[in-house]
Nanobody, 120 residues
Framework: QVQLVESGGGLVQPGGSLRLSCAASGSRFSIPAMGWYRQAPGKQRELVATINSIGRTNYADPVKGRFTISRDNANDTVYLQMNSLKPEDTAVYYC??????????????WGQGTQVTVSS
């Protein structure tokens, strides 16, 4: 069982920056991949960025060049550095982890979400 706790959300003006953090805890063998997703009111949850255990990253087109995902050395924490924020980035941001709970099985885990609001 893995728990994910996000932090770092808040209110920021357009053009500003925020850094989100997600710390993983609990019993697991490894976490092959972690990522960030977001959901705006009335819209479907969408991918923001992912990173695997060797540091390979993937970004959704709307955030390319503005957001950076990273992971600590122990693969216990994932970060999302968000720069040049736009009002359309406003959403609840969710941390996701694929955690290997047995040598042959991975389970999907989600954090509780953290609100990011970009507004003047």
């Amino acid at each position: 069982q893995v728990q994910l706790v996000e932090s770092g959300g808040g209110l920021v003006q357009p053009g500003g920056s925020l850094r989100l953090s997600c710390a993983a805890s609990g019993s697991r063998f490894s976490i092959p991949a972690m990522g960030w997703y977001r959901q705006a009111p009335g819209k479907q949850r969408e991918l923001v960025a992912t990173i695997n255990s060797i540091g390979r990253t993937n970004y959704a087109d709307p955030v390319k060049g503005r957001f950076t995902i990273s992971r600590d050395n122990a693969n216990d924490t994932v970060y999302l550095q968000m720069n040049s924020l736009k009002p359309e980035d406003t959403a609840v941001y969710y941390c996701n982890a694929q955690a290997r709970v047995t040598p042959a099985r991975v389970d999907n885990y989600w954090g509780q979400g953290t609100q990011v609001t970009v507004s003047s």
